[in-house]
């Protein structure tokens, strides 16, 4: 896994269009077979040859699974909010399905940032990001309602 050295971001740092970019992760076989049988045991995920016949033409990675190495890969200075990465909310899709030997990363750009009536230290900010393969295909879409904090004084 590659990943870039960015410095966390506070909500002072961050404005409507700010893009970000993380490293790169190398999916293997074994680990979607790992994940799924662990957690998303279906047939696409276990078998190729039981998978040949499905919607997905062949071993698919669970879509978990990809949100799981998503995730990783937005806290490893994908998407560099101080104080971590803190949800409030998500809308995800998979357009494509990962494969073993697939080459992720995710391309994050901030939608809007809503300042909290209640809470002046914080906001929310809508993060769209888009885990794409390395064939630049989207692979996993998702609009996440991140908690943003201002910089302590």
């Known amino acids: 896994m590659t990943k870039p050295a960015i410095e966390p971001l506070y909500l002072d740092d961050l404005a409507v269009g700010a893009r970000f970019h993380s490293g790169t992760y190398r999916v293997e076989e074994d680990e979607i077979r790992q994940f799924a049988r662990q957690y998303d045991p279906q047939p696409f ?32 200075g994908g998407l560099p909010i101080a104080g971590g990465i803190v949800g409030a909310g998500t809308e995800i899709t998979w357009p494509k399905p990962v494969r073993a030997g697939d080459e ?23 993060c769209r990001s888009d885990t794409l393969n390395q064939r630049g295909e989207t692979v996993q879409r998702s609009d996440a309602r991140v908690v943003v904090f201002r910089r302590p004084a």
Not at 53 to 69: N, Q, V, Y
């Open 45 to 76: 995920h276990l078998d190729d040859e039981a998978a040949r016949g499905t919607l997905f033409g062949g071993l698919a990675a669970s879509g978990w699974h990809t949100a799981a190495i998503t995730m990783r890969l937005l806290v490893d």
């Open 104 to 126: 992720l990363h995710v391309e994050t750009t901030v939608m809007e940032i809503t300042p909290s009536r209640s809470k002046p230290d914080r906001a929310i900010a809508l």
